[in-house]
Each structure stands twice: as C-alpha cells, then as structure tokens.
C-alpha cells in the first residue's frame, strides 16, 4: 500500500463539528497507514508551515468540543500570488499528497487556487454555520447554530412574553437566509426579515407593515412580538429597525444580536454524526485517488461532486418553506391571544 500524507486544515469561520471531522480523517487514515498533518490557524499554517503531526491519540475525546482544534482563521495572504506561492512550496516541501480543508465556499475558492499551481489531491468538506453550499442538504455545524439560536430565542420568548415586548434578534448566516428563516420558523417568529422575503429597498413599507402588525397584535389582546432578522440587511443594522420601531410604536422594544454564540458551543448528534461520515468518506476518496471534489451528504447519502460546483451558487432556501412561513403567519395572527 501507498503510505500517503494527508494534510488537514480548518478555515474561515469555525463550525461546531469541525473537530469531529478532525478526528474522523485522523481514525481512518490511520486504517489505511497514511500519516496526518494539521495546519495550524487555517491557511497561514499553510503558508508558514506551522503545523503538527496528528495521531489517533491527538483525536481522543474531541468529538464533543467545539471550535477546532486545529484553529481557524482568515488568511488574506492567500488571495495573493506570493501567498499561493507559498502554501503550494509548503505542500510539495512537506510531502503532501492530500489536502483536505474543512471550511465554507471562500475556502474552496483557496483550495481550487492550490489546485491550479499543484499536482497533488484537494477534497473540501464542507464546514460552515451558514448552510450555505451547493452539493449537500447540510453543512457541518448548521444544525448545532440553529440549536443553539432556537434555545437562545425561547428564552427571549419567556421574558419578553412577561413585559408584552417587542424583540429585534439578529442571526448569523453571511449573507444567506438559512439560519433566520429555519430558526424564525421554529420559533414561531412574527415575522422573518431574510434575503428570501425582503430587500432593503423595501424597509420603509416593511416598518409599517410590522407597526400595522402590532397595533392589531394589541387590539387581539397583547402579547410579545419576535422580529427574526439576518445580519447584513437591514439598512442601518439590527439597531436602526429597533430604534425605528421604539420610535412608531409605544412599546418596550428590545434588541438582541445573538452573534459569536451560534458558533460555539458543543455539537449536536447531527453534525458529530455528518462530520464523521463526511471525515472517513472523504480518507476513502482520498485513497482512490478522486480530486478537486466536495463530499457532502444528499438526502441520506454520502455524494461527491465537483468542488467548483459547490461554490457556483449559493444554495438558497427553499422556495416551498418560505410560502409554509408565509402561510402560518396568516394563519396564527388570526387566532392570536394574550399569552397568560
Ligand atoms: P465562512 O463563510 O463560514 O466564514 P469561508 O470559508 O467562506 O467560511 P472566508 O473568509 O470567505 O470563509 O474564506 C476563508 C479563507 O479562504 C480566506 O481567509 C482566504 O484565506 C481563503 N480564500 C478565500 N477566497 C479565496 C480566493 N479567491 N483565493 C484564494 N484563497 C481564498
């Protein structure tokens, strides 16, 4: 058998399952004989050749964290010539003949660059919160955000259900919806402001019609009102819809950017049980040679497709859940109550 040499690295924002899929590389490389290298803080690891071999023994009881052990970061260097240069002279010094990353599609980007200036395998795994790829149902790490956001905002619930308030909670998710809109729904949110249903043109028709909402909210008997917003929309930020609202409406209006906390915490079965799929799937790929792939997980199955494939799109909502939202908010303000 071929002793190859795998490299490993975690980049962009880190997801809860990132060690999980660490730790399942490591295992069954290991099966094979092929020895793993993790480079440290993502691509700059890379690039300066900061890195740690890792044996079955690194990988015991980190299934359960979250983070990465590894480290992640941004490497703006990699957009860069001589930073390219860099990280493919790191691989070939080094005796790589694998790479596999674990982040997001700005990662992928960086591995399709490696692979135009090396000879050597790229497969991507696809690690991010923000579910946001082509080529898998979910990503590693999304369900454990949502977890952690729908934990997060029934609390919120309980508290502002006691003062009749109204609550602006801003998600996570870049520039896709996935988050807000699947959290929103589970939530019960009265209303979703997501890149699906809404674009900043039509904020000022959008206030009133959240205002218009409230007013007949109160007239049905009062009760709390959750405005689940994604980042980067509203013009002006979560602040300004809060302070706009505080300002049409006579109510209590309060503001909660759930941020960072959606990243951490300890990772679902979920996505232990997709990254370690996806971890041994991709030391099987790896083994028969395949290059330039994403491995992912459709409707139950493990598939591989094309790594510039995964990034050409972003994988958008689906069409049918944002007309189920629509439906049950027209549904449930009609039979809205005080909540005791
Ligand atoms: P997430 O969306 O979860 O934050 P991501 O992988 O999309 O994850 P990015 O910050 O977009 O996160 O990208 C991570 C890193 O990938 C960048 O810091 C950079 O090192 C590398 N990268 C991104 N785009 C390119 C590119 N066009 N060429 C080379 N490297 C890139």
Redesign the pocket.
């Known amino acids: 058998m071929t002793q190859k040499r795998i490299g490993i690295l975690t ?3 880190d ?1 809860p399952g990132m060690n999980a899929a660490i730790r399942a590389i490591v295992l069954a490389a290991h099966q094979f004989d092929f020895q793993c290298i993790g480079f440290i803080s ?2 700059n690891g890379l690039i300066e050749q900061d890195y740690q071999i890792l044996t079955p023994q690194d990988v015991q009881h980190i299934i359960h964290r979250g983070g990465t052990i590894l480290k992640s ?7 860069t010539v001589t930073g ?1 240069n860099q990280a493919v002279s790191s691989l070939i010094k080094l005796k790589i003949d694998t790479l596999i990353v674990i ?8 591995l ?2 490696i692979k135009q200036n090396w000879q050597g395998q790229v497969i991507g795994l696809p ?4 579910n ?1 790829l082509d080529g898998t149902d979910f990503t590693i790490g999304y369900s454990t955000a949502i977890n952690t956001a729908i934990e997060a905002i029934d609390k919120i619930r309980d508290t502002a259900d006691a003062f009749d308030r109204v609550f602006v909670i801003e998600l996570m998710g ?1 520039h896709s919806g996935h988050i807000a809109f699947n959290v929103g729904i589970a939530t019960g949110a009265e209303q979703i402001i997501s890149f699906e249903n809404f674009s900043p043109e039509q904020a000022q028709e959008k206030i009133i019609q959240i205002v218009n909402d409230i007013a007949k909210q109160h007239q049905q008997g009062k009760s709390s009102y959750h405005i689940v917003l994604a980042e980067n929309l509203w013009p002006g930020g979560p602040q300004a819809l809060s302070e706009q609202l505080k300002s049409m409406v006579d109510i209590d209006t309060g503001l909660c950017v759930l941020g960072h906390i959606q990243r951490g915490g300890s990772p679902v079965a979920k996505d232990r049980i997709l990254a370690t799929r996806l971890g041994v799937a991709s030391v099987h790929a790896a083994n028969r040679g395949e290059t330039d792939i994403m491995l992912g997980e459709l409707k139950s199955e493990i598939v591989s497709v094309p790594l510039s494939e995964a990034i050409m799109h972003q994988k958008k909502v689906e069409e049918n859940l944002v007309a189920a939202q629509e439906d049950i908010l027209a549904l449930s303000a009609q039979y809205r109550k005080r909540i005791p």
């Open positions: 980049s962009g924002g997801s993502g691509y970061a941004r490497c703006p260097q990699m957009c390219l982040g997001g599609d700005g990662s992928f980007n960086g399709l660059a690690g991010t919160i923000d946001d870049r």
